[in-house]
């Protein structure tokens, strides 16, 4: 059972910045499609931002340009570095590692922008 575990999560103020790092020892995950996703109090699960070997990055509306994802093959570790936080960024944010026919998820980190 492959576990993901998010890291980085915190309170920050608006306008400041917080790096997400999650590890996905998946076999594939050299080649795999990875992103981060977040649920907002109150909503449904969403797309942030994802990174694959075909497309490359690509990005919600909302968070285009203060956020960027990256990836570290070698050490099987998806990062979001998240810029010019705003209230409405908080949210529990998830990473997913894509290895079909498997979809993995971890288990979520916390984010909370607030003054």
């Known amino acids: 059972q492959v576990q993901l575990v998010e890291s980085g999560g915190g309170s920050v103020q608006p306008g400041g910045s917080l790096r997400l790092s999650c590890f996905a020892p998946v076999s594939t995950f050299r080649y795999s499609a990875v992103a981060w996703h977040r649920q907002r109090p109150g909503g449904s699960r969403e797309f942030v931002a994802s990174?694959?070997?075909?497309?490359?990055?690509d990005y919600d509306d909302s968070v285009a340009g203060r956020f960027t994802i990256s990836r570290d093959s070698a050490n099987y570790t998806v990062f979001l570095q998240m810029t010019d936080l705003k209230p409405e960024d908080t949210a529990i944010y998830y990473c997913?590692?894509?290895?079909?026919?498997?979809?993995?998820w971890g288990q979520g980190t916390q984010v909370t922008v607030s003054s």
């Open positions: 997913k590692v894509v290895s079909l026919p498997s979809i993995y």
């Open positions: 990174i694959d070997r075909a497309i490359g990055a």
